[in-house]
């Protein structure tokens, strides 16, 4: 503790808080990183404690992410939410998205009877999230293609059921369409169950269209279990009396 200590003391002249992801390796992130074992969380909680309150975007993150282990001693649910939260508001990609996920779930709960300004939540997080990731790829400050993927995927897997509201529809079809034409196979599957779904989404119906993105689904992938879920629901006898 006291080598942690002296170390929190000598960083605190050196470097003073950036903006996320140039702040992502600070000097106090850089001390944390031999104590990463969950033993070691204690000798070093307290110090990241205190960088986050001074502004450093990294300590916050990972006080979120040690607090949120269950195998810590130090493990909290709400000191976790509070510094990943904190995390999020200072720009960090990865809570960011942590926190989207943390409304996606409350709104898609069963006993949720307001389930719209989660989701809506959720969605803002989730495309500040793509934003940021997609603007630092291209100005060479920070890259993550798998949280990238992680979110189109996610549009297409689970926000993209929620598309009959409106305003959700109207950021989330465009993404999926953008991705599916780079041949992103869960962005095609999605399209097709859209085009082809009259019952929640009739003003999106065009089955013409269902089969295209349904048809190059399969050709990139037939074995796929979201290819044979999006058949399934293309070439239902229903849908094939509409020819």
């Known amino acids: 503790p006291l080598v942690s200590q002296s170390w929190y003391e000598f960083a605190m002249t050196l470097e003073k808080p950036k903006k996320f ?6 000097c106090f992130y850089r001390v944390f990183k031999p104590f ?5 969380y204690p000798l070093v909680i307290d110090m990241l404690h205190r960088a986050s309150d001074l502004g450093y975007v990294n300590p916050s993150f990972t006080c979120g992410y040690i607090h949120s282990r269950e195998d810590s001693s130090l493990y909290d649910v709400d000191i976790a939410k ?15 998205y942590n926190v989207g996920v943390n409304y996606l779930n409350r709104g898609i709960k069963e006993s949720e009877t307001q389930p719209y300004p989660l989701l809506k939540q959720s969605l803002e997080y989730f495309e500040k999230t793509r934003i940021g990731l997609e603007k630092s790829r291209k100005d060479g400050t920070y890259e993550y293609e798998e949280l990238e993927s992680d979110i189109i995927d996610l549009y297409a897997d689970r926000m993209f059921y929620y598309s009959f509201y409106p305003d959700l529809g109207d ?8 991705h599916g034409w780079n041949r992103h196979l869960k962005a095609m599957t999605a399209l097709a169950r859209l085009y082809a779904d009259q019952a929640d ?3 999106y119906f065009n089955y013409p269209e269902a ?7 399969r050709l990139q992938d037939p074995e796929n279990e979201d290819v ?6 293309v070439e239902q006898d229903s849908m094939k009396n509409i020819l």
């Open 21 to 26: 992801p140039e702040g992502d390796d600070c």
């Open 36 to 40: 990463d074992a969950p033993e070691d």
């Open 82 to 96: 509070k510094y990943s939260t904190k995390a999020a508001e200072q720009g960090h990609y990865i809570a960011m």
């Open 171 to 178: 950021t989330i079809i465009p993404l999926l369409i953008e």
């Open 201 to 203: 989404r009739p003003h």
């Open 211 to 217: 089969v295209k993105w349904c048809e190059a689904a």
């Open 228 to 233: 044979i879920g999006a058949i399934d629901v």
